[in-house]
């Protein structure tokens, strides 16, 4: 049985062995530590960030204060993915990608253009939470919050859009779920007004009328009336509670692949928290106290799966629908809403690199002749030399192409063998990190490799900055 007690220097409750004093600190002395029992040890590096921060937080004195100074530092220094973090994260993203592929699910790539934050209202010593994704200790969107902003963006597009896209009510309720308390059944806001005007033509809107209909077959099946008496119906608040369906659709956590590998940290900085709490007159003579949080850092790769497991419930006309009707659906929240928390200051902003590039050439003509030669050389590649004057070919200008360019279809001249050519050619390190992206897409490790591929597939997370 191992001796717990040998070499302690102090009481087990007391956390990690006893430092040097820190008159930054205040009353108590003593560099942060963690609140963990002293047989824990004090060196957390190698564990993921998530597990830093709710576990193995070095936010405490001596005396078990919380430290007032030194926060941005703690934050910066538990931010950054070990390597074997790093991988995780990109196994975990990749399997997220492989298992909608294989389930026949609708898979969006997109990128963050702005800091992305979520779970910051749970109760933290840092008074701002972050969530992480358990036992991996790495930040996500769940799929949950994924829902919620895309349930928003539907409801928008059926009802305060001009051109609906397709979506009415009765098709977020058949594709999201229903939801007894929706805005809908609630006076005096924008989309009960818009509801009311769709009930009206509603029944007699055949593409409309038939995804009602489906609905209420299949919240109330023993309804005999019309269809028109059942939305009479819905406006009876026990009768709505008394419906349920969670929807056809699914949605699956998105795990950020970080650009960089680390954590960012933003800044909160109130200038008037005597006046949000009571205590005074707002004014100019206050002392704001900044308040540090994490951050994924803009750049970083989101991977968001939806699929349909109960897509024999619907009708006919959303069977073959949902996917378009999804993809129009994430192009609106990407747009106008965002993800996670603080959206409405900008956070959680995305972009999509293909429909950018749609939508730019479309837009302008003239950049589809403009680059149109991109695609066009990258199949001409047949061999390793081709590869590498492909490479040394991209100009500057041809990197937002770039970026929204696939390899699929090309695995048999750009492989693992083509990573040695990649990082020896002649191009800027931006253009190699954006190609090396594009290969990870289509090279995932194989069961039958050698040490010699995996160290090419570790080269390879390395150009495209995955890993240090």
């Given at each position: 049985?191992p001796d717990f007690n040998?070499?302690?220097?102090?009481?087990?409750?007391?956390?990690?062995?006893?430092?040097?004093?820190?008159?930054?600190?205040?009353?108590?002395?003593?560099?942060?530590?963690?609140?963990?029992?002293?047989?824990?040890?004090?060196?957390?590096?190698?564990?993921?960030?998530?597990?830093?921060?709710?576990?193995?937080?070095?936010?405490?004195?001596?005396?078990?204060?919380?430290?007032?100074?030194?926060?941005?530092?703690?934050?910066?220094?538990?931010?950054?993915?070990?390597?074997?973090?790093?991988?995780?994260?990109?196994?975990?993203?990749?399997?997220?990608?492989?298992?909608?592929?294989?389930?026949?699910?609708?898979?969006?790539?997109?990128?963050?253009?702005?800091?992305?934050?979520?779970?910051?209202?749970?109760?933290?010593?840092?008074?701002?939470?972050?969530?992480?994704?358990?036992?991996?200790?790495?930040?996500?969107?769940?799929?949950?919050?994924?829902?919620?902003?895309?349930?928003?963006?539907?409801?928008?597009?059926?009802?305060?859009?001009?051109?609906?896209?397709?979506?009415?009510?009765?098709?977020?309720?058949?594709?999201?779920?229903?939801?007894?308390?929706?805005?809908?059944?609630?006076?005096?806001?924008?989309?009960?007004?818009?509801?009311?005007?769709?009930?009206?033509?509603?029944?007699?809107?055949?593409?409309?009328?038939?995804?009602?209909?489906?609905?209420?077959?299949?919240?109330?099946?023993?309804?005999?009336?019309?269809?028109?008496?059942?939305?009479?119906?819905?406006?009876?608040?026990?009768?709505?509670?008394?419906?349920?369906?969670?929807?056809?659709?699914?949605?699956?956590?998105?795990?950020?692949?970080?650009?960089?590998?680390?954590?960012?940290?933003?800044?909160?900085?109130?200038?008037?928290?005597?006046?949000y709490q009571g205590n005074?007159?707002?004014?100019?003579?206050?002392?704001?106290?900044?308040?540090?949080?994490?951050?994924?850092?803009?750049?970083?790769?989101?991977?968001?799966?939806?699929?349909?497991?109960?897509?024999?419930?619907?009708?006919?006309?959303?069977?073959?629908?949902?996917?378009?009707?999804?993809?129009?659906?994430?192009?609106?929240?990407?747009?106008?809403?965002?993800?996670?928390?603080?959206?409405?200051?900008?956070?959680?902003?995305?972009?999509?690199?293909?429909?950018?590039?749609?939508?730019?050439?479309?837009?302008?003509?003239?950049?589809?002749?403009?680059?149109?030669?991109?695609?066009?050389?990258?199949?001409?590649?047949?061999?390793?030399?081709?590869?590498?004057?492909?490479?040394?070919?991209?100009?500057?200008?041809?990197?937002?192409?770039?970026?929204?360019?696939?390899?699929?279809?090309?695995?048999?001249?750009?492989?693992?063998?083509?990573?040695?050519?990649?990082?020896?050619?002649?191009?800027?390190?931006?253009?190699?990190?954006?190609?090396?992206?594009?290969?990870?897409?289509?090279?995932?490790?194989?069961?039958?490799?050698?040490?010699?591929?995996?160290?090419?597939?570790?080269?390879?997370?390395?150009?495209?900055?995955?890993?240090?």
């Open positions: 049985m040998r070499g302690r220097t102090q009481n087990p409750r007391q956390g990690g062995p006893q430092r040097g004093g820190n008159a930054q600190n205040g009353v108590g002395g003593g560099a942060p530590r963690a609140a963990v029992p002293w047989y824990v040890g004090t060196d957390f590096t190698q564990a993921p960030p998530g597990h830093r921060y709710l576990l193995y937080l070095p936010f405490w004195k001596k005396d078990w204060g919380a430290i007032k100074e030194g926060k941005q530092r703690v934050l910066k220094d538990l931010g950054a993915l070990p390597d074997h973090a790093g991988r995780a994260m990109l196994a975990l993203a990749q399997r997220q990608r492989a298992i909608g592929k294989a389930n026949g699910a609708e898979v969006i790539e997109a990128v963050s253009t702005s800091p992305f934050a979520t779970g910051l209202g749970w109760e933290h010593p840092n008074e701002n939470g972050f969530a992480f994704l358990h036992p991996y200790g790495l930040p996500y969107l769940a799929g949950s919050g994924m829902k919620g902003v895309l349930r928003r963006a539907a409801e928008e597009l059926a009802l305060l859009e001009e051109d609906a896209r397709g979506w009415n009510p009765a098709a977020v309720w058949l594709l999201f779920g229903f939801e007894a308390g929706s805005a809908v059944f609630a006076d005096g806001n924008p989309f009960r007004d818009a509801y009311e005007r769709w009930c009206s033509r509603a029944l007699s809107t055949e593409t409309d009328s038939v995804v009602l209909s489906a609905f209420q077959k299949m919240v109330a099946p023993k309804f005999g009336g019309t269809l028109d008496q059942f939305l009479d119906k819905l406006e009876d608040k026990v009768y709505r509670q008394s419906l349920h369906t969670a929807g056809a659709l699914r949605f699956f956590d998105s795990i950020p692949e970080i650009d960089g590998n680390c954590m960012g940290i933003d800044i909160m900085n109130p200038h008037y928290s005597e006046y005074s007159t707002p004014h100019d003579a206050g002392k704001p106290v900044p308040i540090f949080f994490l951050v994924v850092p803009p750049g970083s790769r989101f991977t968001f799966v939806v699929d349909c497991p109960r897509e024999h419930h619907l009708p006919a006309n959303l069977k073959g629908k949902w996917r378009d009707l999804i993809r129009v659906t994430f192009a609106h929240a990407f747009d106008w809403l965002g993800f996670g928390a603080k959206t409405a200051v900008g956070y959680g902003q995305f972009r999509t690199n293909d429909t950018s590039a749609a939508a730019t050439a479309y837009e302008n003509p003239l950049v589809v002749e403009e680059h149109s030669a991109l695609p066009a050389r990258l199949k001409e590649i047949k061999n390793s030399q081709t590869f590498n004057d492909f490479v040394k070919s991209i100009k500057q200008d041809e990197i937002d192409m770039l970026k929204s360019l696939s390899l699929k279809g090309m695995e048999s001249v750009i492989n693992i063998g083509s990573v040695a050519d990649l990082e020896s050619a002649e191009a800027s390190s931006e253009i190699k990190r954006i190609i090396a992206e594009r290969m990870l897409d289509i090279i995932s490790p194989n069961k039958k490799w050698d040490e010699k591929k995996h160290e090419k597939y570790r080269k390879l997370l390395s150009i495209a900055g995955r890993i240090s």
